[in-house]
Structure formats: C-alpha cells, structure tokens
C-alpha cells in the first residue's frame, strides 16, 4: 500500500488555464505489479538519482522514492501552480532526497555535468514537447528512462523520432486503466534503455 496521503488532492480546479489541462488520471499507485516492476527496474539498474518532468500532486515522485530502495535523490519539476503543494509535501515529508522546481521542461537549464541514472517523462503529452523531453531526457546520460502516455500519438512519434526502440521488460510496458471523474483513461508506460 502506498501512502499518498500527505499529498493535496487535486479537484478540476487545479490547474494553470496558460499551459492547459493537466492529466487526471493516476497510474494505479497501489497495484502490487506496478510496485514490484518499479521496484525491479531500481534493483536492476540500481537507481540512485531521477529527474522527474512532471510532478503535477507527487504520486509517482512518492512511489519511486518508495520503490526504488538505491534512490538518494529525485528532482522533479512542473509548472503548474498545484504542484508547489505538492513540492512543498514531498519536500517536507522526504527531506533533503526532493528537490522541486516550479519550471517547464522547455526552459530547464542543466547544469554542468548534470547525470540522473533514471529520468521520469510525464510533462506535456502534445504537440512537439515530448520530444524535447526526451531530448533533454538523453542529456543526462541515464541508465532509464520511463515515460508515461506512449499510447498518445505525439508521444508515439517522439519516441520513433528519438530512436527510442529498446522498451525493456516483459511485457514490454506496463499497461493500466484508471478511472478518474467517472472517465475510464487507459495508459501506457513505457521504459527504455
């Protein structure tokens, strides 16, 4: 069971109208396979740091720093108002292993020598925006890189136009359908190497 209840909860008014509709539907956080396949892909790849784009109420941000038992540390970043909330929480919850940046993937600077061995992508799924979060994504030189929504078409031609081919594990994602509002929303996750 993962416990998400020091986070806020979001409502339908919990996002910037300027960046649009922010992604309701949560992966299903407390579903033992989903714990178990993050949990491998850590021990496996003994996962130290993430960079997470996309922090939106820090339910993912809890669950690798949860599951991933080598994290020492996760940045995450999202632009949105709600997610300082939720910043603020994980921060206060997880000490010094969070770090939030109130910032869009866009307008990111890394730093000098900047590496994560895991990088989270769950920011903006349209438009030309995963692809360059995948672009700053291969930056950091990661071991991992895992992202949400692959089953979105502007996310599928991200994906083929970074060459990102090598999905790992069986099966090759990890597919889930949540309901949030009433609405069933399927999504894939996706992880590459």
Excluded: C
Aim: hydrophobic letters at 35%.
């Amino acid at each position: 069971m993962l416990d998400v209840s020091f986070l806020p909860v979001p409502d339908e008014n919990q996002h910037d109208p300027k960046i649009g509709m922010q992604g309701w539907g949560y992966l299903p956080y407390n579903n033992p396979q989903l714990h178990e396949w993050v949990a491998n892909i850590g021990k496996k790849y003994k996962i130290k740091t993430v960079f997470e784009i996309g922090t939106f109420a820090g339910y993912s941000t809890t669950l690798f720093l949860e599951h991933l038992y080598h994290l020492d540390k996760i940045k995450t970043i999202d632009p949105n108002n709600f997610s300082v909330g939720a910043g603020a929480a994980l921060k206060k919850k997880y000490g010094h292993r969070v770090e939030y940046q109130k910032i869009t993937s866009t307008f990111y600077v890394k730093s000098t020598g900047e590496h994560y061995d895991m990088v989270f992508i769950d920011g903006s799924h349209n438009g030309n925006v995963p692809y360059l979060d995948i672009q700053l994504a291969l930056s950091f030189k990661p071991k991992v890189i895992m992202m949400d929504n692959i089953e979105l078409p502007d996310v599928q031609r991200a994906v083929k136009k970074s060459g990102l081919f090598d999905l790992i594990h069986d099966p090759d994602y990890f597919y889930y359908t949540n309901e949030h509002r009433g609405r069933r929303q399927p999504g894939i996750l996706g992880v590459f190497t």
